[in-house]
């Protein structure tokens, strides 16, 4: 890493004015016409190919052009080695390779054909079909493919366990409660997939002749906690038999009654792609007739997660319209310009309308005295709002009060005023802290870290715990709202948050790639919580984001930093989202004029395409670590224009512009 040294320059490069007028330009053409923005969030091939395989498995008549533009994404996202990544350019995963392979041959690809055959190839060599995970695992179950035995047992039952027994529904996260409770079902009653084209992957199996068992212990299980739930597992399955049928049908009651109360509308269960699958999967199991409105809509809120070009289509794993919307307005807030601001009123009065003020979700459990008040990330989760953009609203909608009025304008009148909405989010994030003085992302305390050693749990992802960058941005919050970390639950947020940084100086970013988007997020907490850039922790993680910049002045951020066995940032090429970040964190570390900043404004200016956007393939978002991961592409809009809008303010005003919680 070369030598940096001090920028002393107070005008803003020509370039740089001219990259945010374009990026502006670019936020502005994608507004619609009722306020809020939608971008598209892409995940790995597998949700495509589970949106093939369930068109088969329910024996749906199929669209041949919409499956000709499905299969033309899935080749097109295929690795140089053969096997599909669970993110751009990473090395094959076997479970989403399987899937791929078999969507595709269901769409009517040779197993001869070249790319067919280096998928199976690969897939063999990482150990074959047997060698998936548990989701895969219950896939291929479904499809007869593989024994129910090689499937961790979960019988239907489990829902009728007190809440004190050492399982619940209730102790693990949102979307692990979505996407279990339906696939109980399928569990215990097994059906198998109508498959009308009769296709088979029994060329993926390493060892066909051999018995597959359950999956072995994951790297982040620990193997005496995964022997005892493998011992359970054991008697549960040599038990199933004896089970009353009375109990069963009570127990299947239970599951459908949870799914229906939640199947929130035109945009399904959790609103989420494996959750509204599940969904629609137990309905057909249970012989809820396809006419039924509930079923009805629960099929067509899937249909509304694709995503239609010329000549590719693919499946988002849900809608993040919320999240982009509040994340935007914080951008054009940054601007100095009355368009920028207009369009930003209009963006938040759209948010105002989905604030849920009157329905208690599933975090009520923990928190049955704590009133409702926060944003989902969807269109509509009103059973599943989080803190991560409630905060980030409220930040928002208290920003522009602050700055431009009193009131963000409405059409509504039933819509309290504006100071009320952001006290009301307040109040709800506060009541979702949890006793370590973090929180995680959509309910308090959901922290019963066993439950990730039982044999279903190898993905690791069972649990919702508090977390560095979620914590930060409720710290934010409350820091811009109180004008500093002067509050008990801030100054505890404070502490956790200090406690959480690694020795290095960096943050574990749990939702953003990685420890450059925990560092930013820490770094822009402490900064609104009145911690200045000699403070040892700011000091410390500034250096760090110092050390990791590339050569050519911009950040990047594998994926592969999430792996277990390896704890640290993961070189990568620079991504434009990731340099915004790295740039806004040190700003909010007090290093806005250093020269680290200047290149790596000049590399987002160089890289700056002519219609004002940047070209970002990378995934630089995760949804589970090791597991799925995401690309935004919303991340090369908003944040682009942010950082340089920010940028250009130091540069005019001579002053941090960073009081601001984000």
Known sequence: MAQVRQATSQSVPCDAESAIEQALDAILSRQREDGHWLYELEADSTITAEYILLVHYLGEDHDPELEERMGRYLRRVQGRDGGWPLFHEGEADVSASVKAYFALKMLGDSPDAPHMQRARARILQLGGAENCNVFTRTLLALYGFLPWRSVPMMPVELLLLPRWAPFHISKVSYWSRTVVVPLLVLNSLRPVARNPRGVKIDELLANPLQKAGLPPCAPHQHRGWYSIFRGIDMVLRAGEGLIPRPVRRHALKRAEQFVRERVNGEYGLGAIFPAMVNAVLMFDVLGVPRSDPTVEMARRSIDALLVDRVDE????????????????????????????????????????????????????????????GGWAFQYENAYYPDVDDTAVVAMALHRFTQTLGEHVPHSDPALPPSSEAIERAREWVVGMQSANGGWGAFEPENTHYYLNNI??????????PPTADVTARCLSMLAQMEGGASSPEAQLALAYLLDEQEENGSWFGRWGTNYLYGTWSALCALNAAGLDGGHPAVKRAAHWLLSVQNEDGGWGEGGDSYRIDYSGHAESVSTPSQTAWAIMGLMAAGQGRHEAVERGIAYLVETQRDDGTWHEEHFTAVGFPRVFYLRYHGYAHYFLLWVLARYANLHRDGASPTRWGM
Request: proline share 7%; with cysteine.
């Open 455 to 464: 044999p279903f749990a190898d993905h690791g992802a069972l649990l919702d």
């Open 313 to 372: 289509s693919y499946c988002q794993p849900c809608q993040s319209p919320v999240w982009d919307t509040a994340l935007a307005c914080h951008a054009l807030l940054e601007v100095s310009s009355s368009k920028a601001s207009a369009a930003a009123a209009r963006g938040l009065q759209w948010l105002r309308r989905l604030q849920v003020l009157d329905h208690w979700g599933d975090w009520k459990v923990r928190r049955p005295h704590v009133r409702p």
